[in-house]
Nanobody, 124 residues
Framework: QVQLVESGGGLVQAGASLRLSCAAS????????MGWFRQAPGKEREFVAA????????YYADSVKGRFTISRDNAKNTVYLQMNNLKPEDTAVYYC?????????????????WGQGTQVTVSS
């Protein structure tokens, strides 16, 4: 069992930065890939970024590539999402998810556990 708690969301202007954190409880955190997804109002949940269990493999959605950086600290059971040059279209609830295995995945069906989400709002 893995419990996930996101933090770091907020209201910012376009061009600003935010750093999301996801604190995990449970012994299996370090043996799972981790991912970030987001869901905007009226839209389906979409993949943002994923990182493998040791951080050796990282995968981004094209929409955030070059602006967002995913990282993890297994000693702290925490995964991060550094978001730079935010745009209004980044506005969404951001969810952290724990993967079923070691490798990165962009499919939400490959994730077993989800956090409650943190709101990110970017004004123009």
């Amino acid at each position: 069992q893995v419990q996930l708690v996101e933090s770091g969301g907020g209201l910012v202007q376009a061009g600003a930065s935010l750093r999301l954190s996801c604190a995990a409880s449970g012994r299996s955190f370090s043996s799972r890939a981790m991912g970030w997804f987001r869901q905007a109002p009226g839209k389906e949940r979409e993949f943002v970024a994923a990182i493998s269990w040791r951080g050796g493999s990282i995968y981004y959605a094209d929409s955030v590539k070059g602006r967002f950086t995913i990282s993890r600290d297994n000693a702290k059971n925490t995964v991060y999402l550094q978001m730079n040059n935010l745009k209004p279209e980044d506005t969404a609830v951001y969810y952290c998810a724990a993967g079923r295995g070691l490798s990165v995945a962009g499919d939400a069906r490959q994730y077993d556990y989800w956090g409650q989400g943190t709101q990110v709002t970017v004004s123009s």
